[in-house]
């Protein structure tokens, strides 16, 4: 191991025990997403808030499907603030979930799949958060919880008892192998048996479902949080064979959303919109991605059919937000709530050549709604320009509601009202990174090339800064890929494919270099694939622990350039494409093979090579 042993011991012990510093008082503080005051006790409630999250599946935030949601515009959109660079983490339902309700990347839940052995709830509860989770800690802090829908994959008719989820006052939740039958869903009551609705339609049973939580939480009345989560615009699917679900994805059917009965007819003109990577003439991305035939037009009619479903079963959600709107206004409580939105995570139709899915780093599938409405936050405001993730919204929840964060959080408060968000925005240690990561298999929701594809394992970076807006990724395969998204939005020019021509671009960072940026990039990666606690929070810090940089446009200073672009620097590789969390496969990480600037740094200028000076 190459590194100076009291820093690596430090740096080691610090990932280990993924502590947070103690502040003056002894008490845990979170790091700051942010710079910026905390809020103040001037900013506290009168009364406790509650909290109403509409957490939908599969929903894009590029194919434009909010704007085909004319009732979240109306009580959300311009009541509130939309969150446009917030990010889901792993870009898959149940990984993503345990994320957003343990505010920790899934490298450190090691949920990382749907189904088990990797995933889905049997992998939940193995992993001992049953207990140790989100609704638990409200619970403790004197809230009620309610949650209605999909909670995490693999929670079945068979397992759903053994235990039940832990932490609700009440709930009511969709249970595989009927999650995603649109019309012949499974839910299942507090502690009783599952109930099938054959011919019903899923989401207006679970807005009733919602709707009653409501009442009986109003009735309770303690401060609550509530949580109505729809399969819509998910695909349908049928699962054959075991009622537990299936590790047999091919006994697993998977096709277009289906709406209401009353919003069939909607939408007959609409198409995936035909921006620049959809479908295109040239292959692009990397690994089996570049590897896809382009859509012939059967293919190409089918997947705008799949988007006008998808479009059509969100108008059931968007009945679903005006229902709970006017229900809490009903109670008055309308003012003293904060009602979000967001979906697990992206969705992708014809990009890149894609069937209809999702689990892919590129923008479609990451970047995903938030939007807030509620005390303190602005109307109609469209905050840009700090980038959150899923791992944020556990800490956020806990600001909002004035609960002390924990010290084991990977994310941190997102500053939800304009003047803060603004501050942090103009700040100089804004937050310009989300950390992405994915392990697997890939695979088509639609009818066209659905199998499996293996070999969907990556780290990514999608960061955008003042004069920077970029994509930075690693696959199993040790592919890399760049991607000036302030030129190429559509990532369709990989600027390290060896067959690139472009090696950088005027806006690429100041005009740098893509493998001088790229040597940053990587190393902020190394950070962050195994970060913890405040060294997510803080990832520049543990590569510069003097704080001299807390950006990439400061990594970018030429007097780094030795350091960064240091040959025999650990680097992010893979030694294999693992379908899980397997640290044999994962390559160098920071503890074990990284070195803070300022360790054999002054050597190095002084032109001695990095292996003598170990
Ligand atoms: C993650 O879980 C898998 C499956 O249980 C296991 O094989 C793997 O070793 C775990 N990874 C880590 C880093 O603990
Ligand atoms: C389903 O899971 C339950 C609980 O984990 C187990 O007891 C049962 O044997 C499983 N059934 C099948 C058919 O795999
Ligand atoms: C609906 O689901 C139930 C089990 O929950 C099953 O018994 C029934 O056959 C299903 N109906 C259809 C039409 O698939
Ligand atoms: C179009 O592509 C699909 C999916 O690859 C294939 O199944 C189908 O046969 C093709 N149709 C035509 C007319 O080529």
Redesign the pocket.
């Known amino acids: 191991m190459r590194i100076a042993a009291p820093t690596a011991l430090l740096l080691l012990l610090q990932a280990v025990s993924g502590a947070a510093t103690p502040d003056r008082d002894g008490d845990t503080q979170q790091l700051p997403l942010i710079a910026g005051p905390s809020r103040g006790p001037q900013q506290q409630q009168q009364r406790q808030p509650n909290v109403v999250f509409i957490l939908t599946d599969d929903q894009d935030v590029h194919l434009s499907s909010l704007d085909y949601m004319p009732l979240v515009k109306k009580h959300l959109l311009d009541q509130g603030t939309n969150f446009k660079k917030h990010y889901a983490t792993t870009a898959v339902c149940c990984p993503s979930r345990v994320t957003l309700w343990t505010g920790k990347f899934a490298?450190n839940t090691?949920v990382?799949d749907v189904m088990p052995?990797?995933g889905g709830y049997p992998?939940f509860l193995?992993q001992g958060y049953n207990d140790n989770y989100f609704p638990v800690w409200l619970q403790e802090a004197g809230y009620n919880t309610y949650y209605t829908g999909k909670l995490f994959n693999a929670h079945t008719v068979e397992n759903y008892n053994s235990p039940p989820p832990g932490g609700f006052t009440g709930s009511d939740f969709l249970l595989d192998p009927h999650t995603y039958d649109y019309l012949n869903s499974t839910f299942q009551r507090n502690g009783q048996e599952p109930r099938s609705y054959e011919g019903q339609y899923s989401t207006d049973i679970l807005a009733e479902k919602a709707y009653g939580l409501l009442d009986e939480a109003v009735d309770a009345g303690k401060p609550f949080f509530l949580v109505a989560a729809p399969i819509a615009p998910h695909a349908n699917v049928v699962m054959k064979g075991s009622p537990n679900g299936s590790n047999d994805i091919h006994s697993v059917y998977f096709t277009e959303p289906v709406p209401a009965e009353r919003h069939k007819h909607l939408f007959k003109d609409e198409k995936v919109p035909r921006t620049a990577n959809f479908n295109p003439e040239k292959p692009s991305g990397a690994n089996w991605i570049r590897e896809l035939p382009q859509q012939n037009s059967t293919n190409v009619e089918y997947n705008d059919h799949f988007y006008r479903q998808r479009l059509r079963a969100l108008q059931a959600v968007d009945e679903l937000v005006e229902g709970l709107v006017e229900r809490l206004e009903k109670h008055g409580l309308l003012e003293d709530t904060y009602v979000v939105y967001s979906s697990d995570n992206g969705f992708h139709i014809g990009q890149h050549r894609l069937q209809p899915g999702k689990s892919c780093g590129y923008e479609e599938d990451v970047n995903v709604p938030l939007i807030v409405r509620g005390p303190g936050v602005a109307a109609g405001y469209v905050a840009d320009g700090v980038t959150t993730t899923h791992a944020d919204l556990a800490p956020t929840f806990f600001d909002l509601l004035d609960i002390p964060a924990r010290a084991d959080f990977d994310g941190s408060a997102i500053p939800v009202e304009k003047e803060k968000f603004e501050e942090v925005k103009l700040a100089g240690r804004r937050r310009e990174h989300a950390g992405i990561e994915y392990w697997g298999f890939a695979m088509g929701e639609g009818i066209y090339n659905r199998n499996p594809l293996e070999h969907n394992t990556y780290k990514a970076i999608r960061l955008s800064g003042l004069g920077y807006n970029l994509y930075y990724s690693v696959w199993c395969n040790n592919e890399h890929e760049l991607y000036d998204m302030n030129t190429d939005p559509g990532q369709l020019h990989n600027l390290l494919s060896s067959s690139s021509t472009i090696q950088s671009t005027p806006s690429l960072a100041a005009g740098h270099p893509a493998d001088k940026v790229a040597a940053r990039l990587d190393a902020l990666l190394l950070v962050l694939k195994t970060c913890a606690a405040e060294t997510c929070q803080q990832p520049w810090r543990q590569i510069h622990p003097d704080g001299s940089v807390e950006s990439l446009e400061d990594a970018l200073e030429p007097r780094y350039d030795t350091y960064y672009e240091d040959k025999h620097a650990a680097r992010v590789e893979y030694s294999y494409c693992a379908n899980?969390?397997?640290?044999d496969a994962e390559g160098p990480t920071w503890q074990a093979n990284g070195r803070p600037f300022g360790y054999g740094y002054e050597e190095l200028r002084a032109g001695a090579r990095w292996e003598d000076w170990v």
């Not at 899980?580 to 640290?583: L, Q, R, Y």
């Open positions: 490298h090691n990382t052995p990797y992998k193995s899980g969390f397997i640290e």
